[in-house]
Structures are given as C-alpha cells and as structure tokens.
C-alpha cells in the first residue's frame, strides 16, 4: 500500500511539473504573438516608388499584355469570320480556279512570254562571251548590255498590256522577268569586275573550296566526318572565265538567290524528307490562300464598290478596315510559303546551301531593321548593286536609300499596276516616303 501512495504523489507530482512547463510555454507563445503584432503594425509599408506603367519605374515585362491583346484579336478575329459565314455562306470552290484557266486560254500564266525570257539571257551570255574575247569594246558591250536589260523590262509589260491576259497570269510573268532583270544585272557586274581582274594580272588563281557541312547533316559529325573521306564535301573551285558557261548560267538562274557568284555553297544531297515537307506545306497553303481570298476577300471587295463609287468617305474607311483583318492574314500565310516553302524547294532541289531567306523582321523595332530582314535576297541585291557602288562613289547615305527605296517602289508598281493596268502615283509615293 506505501509503494501506492508514493506512486501517486510521483505521479502528481509529474503531472504538474508538466502543467507548469505548458503554462510556461504557452505564457511564452503570447509573448511572442503579442510582440508580432505590435512589430507588424509598427513596420513600414510605404516606400518612395514610381507606378509600373512611368517611364521612370523601368519596368518593361508586359507580356501578359501582349497574351491579352493575342485573346482579343482572336476573339475579333472569329468573330469576324462567324459573321462573314453567316451572311455569305461557304463560297469556297476550288474547282473554280481551275475552271478559269481551262475556260481562257489567255488567263495561264504567260507560258510564251516566259519561255522568251530565255532571249535575254542567252544575250547576256554572249555579250559577256564577246567582252572576254575582245569582239567588242567596254563602252560598246556596256551600252549592249543597258539595252539589254532594258529590254527584260520593257518587252513584257508592252506585251501584257496589249494582250491584257489575266492578272494572276500577268504577275507571275512579271515576276519571272524581274527576278531575270536583277540576276542578269548581277551576273554583268560581277563579270565585269572579274574581267578586269583577269586581264589586269593576266594570271588565273585557282583553288579548292574549304569543305561544306550539308544543311542536314551539320550536327552529325561522324556523317560529316565519311562523306569528307569520300570526297562527297569538297568542290573544284571555279574560277574566270570557265564560269562563262551556259550549265553555269542557268544553274544561277535556277537558284534561289539574285546575286551572282562564281563559287555557291552546295549541300551533297537532296534530302527527300524535308523536300516532300515543303511540298506539302507549298500545296495546303496555297488551298488556304485562295479560300480565303474566295470567302473572305471577294464579299468585300464587291461590297466596298458602292462606297468608293459614291465617295463615301466614312463606309470607305469601314471597308478598308474590314479588309485589313484578312489581307494581314494572308499577307502572313504568303510570306511563310513563299519565303520558306518555296524557296527550301527549289534550295532543295538545286543543292543550294545558303537558306537565309529572312530574318527576324517580326522582332523589328525600326522600319529599316524591317526592310533589311524580311527578303534578304532583295536585301542583299540592294545593298551589294545598287547601295554600296553608290557610297564609293562619294554620295551620301541619305541618297544611297533614296536610291534603293525607289527601286523597291518602281518594282512593286511594276508587278502590281501592270497586270492590273491600274497606274497610281501615291502608290508609288507611299513606298518611297518610308525611306
């Protein structure tokens, strides 16, 4: 019975030394929320500052903006198109675009007058032939050659606006001549600085270019490394004059590219995955354009007859508004299959391995930083022809880009207002006030 009664007073005893021992802490939890509040309160909570949207806060991270305005203008967007399908229907028909080349002979696309673009070509070749064997003198071959190149232009434009073929017919041609126009002009100088060259040392420098990676093989090293062993990599530099050659010539034309060289980079191979990806993309794209174009376009270009007729200003402005949503669209589409699609094939097909077609023009954040990245072979005719001749002659920058953004605005005019025989200055004049 003792050791019972000693147990409980052990055990009372213990129980409230650990009732004290809570008391304590929890005297001691009090404490310390009663000091967090009163440092809570006392604590500051106002700081000098500016406001995020001031000049002054440099703060710059508005891209939960940028997703807000993406939502809305896809709202906009489809809305746009609901309401284009409710009104008008589904006017997409593909079979009438090949009923209006079967129905008109004149609306294909100029084939004649593109096979005679090889005229001009061959004329310039034998020009250079001339030139080289001393047949004709420098001033003689150079005004030839102005003739010549003069005559690329003119001779199609005098024949579409007297046939008045189709406008799409019309374009392509158009296009095909220019691109003729602006390699010719190429090919003429670079010989003609090859030319003097060659006859000034007397010498001809030969060599072999450095081995090239294939655009497709350029992380594979041990495929790099075997097509190196097999020679597959390593191409017989060409030099003056065994580059006056019709292969060469047309291999030149052929290229996705406008400024002639005597040396283009090639890859070893056509890869036939890639090329059917961008054949694909070339022929879906397309369907997309010109169903866009029937549903979305040709509504409201009928519409916006009316309004232009009666010189309605403000339903003017409303339908060109209403066109700008899906001219953009387009405009965007365009670019991707003709900049990319197109030009990988035919980049493809010719093993030709300079692919810079564009550059980021859509991070632009200066109008020249646009115009230099958006079509780099253009870019680089510009700048390599027209710009850089002029700055070693003296002029100045100002003029330089006079002098280039009024080529652009005559080229534009040149394949827009002539199939369409629609001549407006302000067109022109718009494209030139952006220099």
């Not at 002029?390 to 005019?413: D, K, N, P, W």
Request: glycine fraction near 4%; proline fraction near 5%.
């Amino acid at each position: 019975m003792a050791t019972t009664a000693e147990e409980r007073k052990l055990l009372h005893r213990r129980t409230k030394s650990t009732s004290s021992v809570e008391d304590r802490e929890k005297i001691k939890k009090q404490k310390e929320a009663e000091k967090d509040r009163r440092e809570f309160y006392e604590k500051p909570i106002h700081f000098p500052s500016e406001s995020l949207f001031s000049t002054g806060s440099g703060y710059n991270n508005y891209r939960g903006v940028l997703n807000l305005c993406i939502v809305l203008l896809v709202l906009t967007t489809s809305r746009v198109a609901l309401e284009n399908l409710i009104k008008y229907g589904i006017l997409i028909d593909p079979v009438s675009w090949v009923t209006i080349f079967v129905a008109d002979p004149y609306n294909w696309p100029c084939v004649i007058l593109i096979a005679c673009s090889n005229i001009f070509i061959l004329a310039s070749f034998q020009l250079e032939i001339w030139l080289l064997k001393g047949w004709v003198s420098e001033p003689v071959g150079r005004a030839m050659h102005v003739v010549n190149c003069a005559a690329i232009l003119v001779f199609p434009a005098t024949v579409v606006l007297t046939v008045e073929p189709g406008p799409a017919g019309a374009s392509y041609a158009l296009f095909v001549y220019t691109c003729v126009f602006l390699k010719t002009v190429s090919y003429i100088a670079t010989n003609h600085w090859l030319r003097y060259q060659y006859k000034s040392s007397g010498q001809r420098k030969g060599g072999r270019r450095k081995p090239t990676k294939s655009v497709g093989d350029a992380g594979d090293a041990n495929g790099t490394a075997q097509n190196l062993a097999n020679g597959k990599l390593e191409t017989q530099l060409v030099t003056y004059p065994d580059n006056l050659a019709l292969k060469d010539l047309y291999y030149f034309m052929l290229f996705p590219t406008l400024c002639y060289e005597l040396n283009f980079p090639r890859t070893p191979r056509i890869r036939k995955r890639f090329l059917l990806k961008r054949l694909a993309e070339m022929f879906m794209l397309l369907q997309l354009m010109l169903g866009l174009i029937q549903q979305w376009i040709a509504p409201l270009l009928h519409n916006a007859i009316k309004p232009f007729v009666d010189m309605d200003l403000p339903m003017m402005v409303e339908r060109i508004m209403k066109l700008a949503i899906p001219n953009h669209f387009i405009w965007l589409i365009f670019f991707y299959w003709f900049f990319h699609s197109n030009l990988n094939v035919l980049a493809e097909i010719t093993q030709f391995a300079d692919r810079t077609f564009y550059r980021d023009w859509w991070n632009s954040e200066s109008v020249q930083y646009f115009w230099s990245n958006w079509n780099i072979p253009v870019y680089r005719w510009c700048k390599r022809h027209l710009y850089q001749p002029l700055m070693r002659r003296g002029y100045s920058r100002m003029f330089g880009q006079i002098c280039v953004f009024a080529t652009s605005a005559f080229f534009h005019e040149y394949l827009v207002s002539v199939p369409l025989r629609m001549f407006r200055w302000w067109a022109f004049m718009g494209m030139l006030m952006q220099v």
